[in-house]
């Protein structure tokens, strides 16, 4: 017998996951929704559990990296906690943008425009084009490397080329033992849909080997609730390597060819039948494999649709797995 209560045996059935490890968890936020860290000396981390953003205390300004929305004006009241707990000024004179994402810049603006905006020549690019009042485009820009220096300290700023987005840049704080790239690794867990929705996969799938290639002990990725380590890194190139070979298998032993003949004249479902097949045989494994391992690798959307954009990197960028009409 169907219920006639409103939300009763109507609401749609969940899927169970296996349970995060512990390991993929940060500290406890406060009762506002956030939590500043000390990463070394007077460079301090911000996180509201699910983004992060990083700040600079100096003599001279506290130089900000990233707004994230979703933190909002907890940046401002972190901003506030530290300065008053060290018994320093609280103004930020300095915004860096670490890319143009809306989601990692769209609280840029609660800082007034008596700041300093530094960011890649690409972003301000694509900030102006997006014309978002949220995220102003940065006046001071670089090409290749950039060297910060506010009250005494130093950052270096760079651009490998294209990895999660157009414009991602390597923030290295040399004297603070710490690295900020976002949108690569997240610290314990899987990339989210499709690479962390990254737009040049072979870039997005070298960026953690030019990471590594920096000295640092302390990873700010941008992304849930902790920082990251060395090892993170290592552990979610691992994950990578195994959906490239995995991807590559599959590719190598899955037949198209009973997808084009049950489908005939209708090539696309020719093609979705193909490539969900090869795409679900890669995938399978590498979910096997990192579930209670990584945080969210059950999630099938997740280590899915990266496979699938891995897969098709292979495919398209590097020319793997395209039959050849005889």
Do not use: C
């Amino acid at each position: 017998m169907t219920s006639s209560t409103p939300g009763v045996d109507s609401a749609p059935q969940l899927p169970d996951y296996a349970p995060v490890p512990e390991a993929a968890f940060g500290p406890a936020l406060n009762e506002q929704g956030y939590f500043v860290g000390r990463v070394e000396r007077n460079l301090f981390w911000v996180t509201d559990g699910t983004y992060q953003s990083a700040f600079l205390a100096t003599p001279d300004g506290v130089v900000l990296f990233d707004a994230p929305p979703t933190i909002g004006h907890n940046l401002r009241r972190a901003v506030d906690e530290v300065a008053a707990a060290e018994g320093i000024g609280n103004t930020v004179t300095h915004l860096v943008y670490s890319h143009h994402h809306a989601d990692h810049a769209g609280a840029a603006n609660l800082f007034g425009d008596d700041i300093v905006r530094i960011g890649h020549a690409e972003t301000r690019r694509l900030l102006l084009r997006d014309n978002d009042a949220a995220r102003p485009a940065p006046e001071v820009t670089f090409e290749d490397r950039f060297t910060l220096q506010v009250g005494g300290e130093r950052v270096e700023l760079a651009y490998h080329g294209p990895n999660h987005s157009p414009d991602n840049i390597y923030i290295h704080f040399p004297d603070h033992d710490a690295l900020m790239l976002i949108d690569i690794v997240n610290a314990g867990w899987v990339p989210i849909y499709n690479l962390n929705l990254s737009e040049d996969v072979p870039g997005y799938i070298d960026a953690p080997d030019r990471a590594m290639a920096y000295p640092w002990k302390q990873f700010i990725g941008g992304h849930l609730g902790r920082l990251g380590t060395r090892e993170d890194l290592v552990l979610h190139q691992q994950y990578i390597t195994d959906i490239v070979d995995s991807a590559h298998a599959a590719l190598a032993s899955v037949d198209p060819t009973p997808f084009f003949v049950k489908y005939g004249s209708n090539a696309w479902a020719g093609v979705d039948g193909y490539l969900d097949a090869v795409t679900a045989q890669a995938a399978a494994p590498i979910i096997a494999k990192y579930t209670g391992v990584l945080g969210a690798a059950d999630v099938p959307a997740f280590t899915t649709s990266t496979t699938f954009t891995i897969l098709q990197s292979i495919r398209l960028d590097l020319g793997t797995g395209s039959q050849v009409h005889p």
